[in-house]
């Protein structure tokens, strides 16, 4: 991938999707195609195969997806299902049939066994049974991984599957229905503002969760895409996982929150644990730059000045 190839980057306003463009202006690629999702509906195999038509870009990093916490598979598993199945199925197809030179394709941690052994390797894919609170939004996931593999076999092509472990940071979804730190950033900051003597948590604080800043990922990625020559599943962990319990703790002193915190254990965990093996990233001299502290105080002032109107 050089700065003059033509970049599409398949969910630019989400998370992952727009740290990997910022990434890419800082290393003043010249052509990164975006299209917001009124203008191109992935989920559409007719208008994804006539922008690819016109565009022809030779790399795709496909991070558009439906994305959210517990709360929102457990509410929404058909459209979990549905939604992503149709966008990784059309780009993936589209980007065989018009000749791109690599794709990378994001998956999930929660694609793993629910008591998978840990830390997870990619060899221990499809050993056991999924985590049932996600398991639509899993098994698209999964789907997505065999169908990349399945073309790579078929037809020689390089379409390379991403699995990073939690990751949060700027511009990510700051609401009940998103990943587990940046709803807690939201709810932390609001109990301060208005004074509430306690927050309210989900579960037992006790399972572990391993958490990357985006940026991060969009440098390794990013990395991948120019140097990988290979086309297989790499995981992309962060660093030491965490408690929700130690994870909420760090987010009420960074914020300065003075109130309790209540865990309703009446409400799922989803899984204990998940720690990636991230020995295939490695080999490309790539670790996290950012800790868990600094990334949560970005993701802070982050939503302080851009989303604080949200309810």
Not at 173 to 195: M, P, Q, T
Not at 275 to 282: E, F, N, Q, T
Request: proline share 3%; glycine share 6%; charged share 25%.
């Amino acid at each position: 991938m050089k700065k003059t190839s033509k970049v599409f980057i398949a969910g630019h306003n989400g998370l992952i999707g727009s740290s990997i463009k910022r990434k890419l202006e800082e290393l003043s690629f010249e052509k990164i195609i975006t299209r917001t999702h009124k203008k191109l509906d992935l989920t559409s195999k007719k208008k994804v195969d006539l922008f690819f038509s016109k565009e022809k870009p030779e790399f795709i990093f496909l991070a558009a997806a439906k994305v959210g916490g517990i709360h929102a598979n457990s509410t929404f598993p058909a459209d979990f299902i549905y939604e992503n199945l149709m966008i990784q199925t059309n780009v993936i197809d589209a980007a065989y049939k018009h000749k791109a030179k690599k794709l990378i394709f994001f998956s999930s941690s929660c694609v793993y066994p629910k008591n998978c052994r840990q830390p997870m390797k990619e060899d221990y894919l499809m050993t056991g049974a999924l985590e049932p609170t996600n398991a639509p939004y899993a098994t698209a996931k999964l789907a997505g991984i065999e169908m990349c593999i399945s073309y790579n076999k078929q037809y020689g092509t390089k379409f390379i599957t991403i699995i990073p472990s939690n990751v949060y940071g700027i511009n990510d979804n700051f609401n009940e229905d998103g990943h587990v730190l940046a709803a807690l950033v939201k709810k932390f900051y609001f109990a301060k503002i208005k004074e509430k003597k306690t927050v309210t948590l989900w579960g037992t604080g006790r399972p572990r969760r391993e958490f990357l800043f985006s940026d991060d990922l969009a440098a390794a990625c990013i990395q991948l895409m120019k140097n990988h020559q290979c086309s297989d599943i790499t995981n992309i962990g962060g660093q030491k996982d965490t408690t929700i319990k130690e994870l909420a703790e760090i987010i009420k002193k960074i914020m300065g929150y003075s109130g309790d915190i209540i865990f309703d254990q009446t409400k799922p965990d989803g899984n204990f644990r998940r720690s990636l093996d991230g020995s295939k990233i490695k080999n490309f001299d790539w670790q996290p730059a950012t800790s868990l502290e600094e990334g949560i105080k970005k993701t802070y002032l982050w939503y302080k000045k851009n989303k604080v109107r949200q309810k």
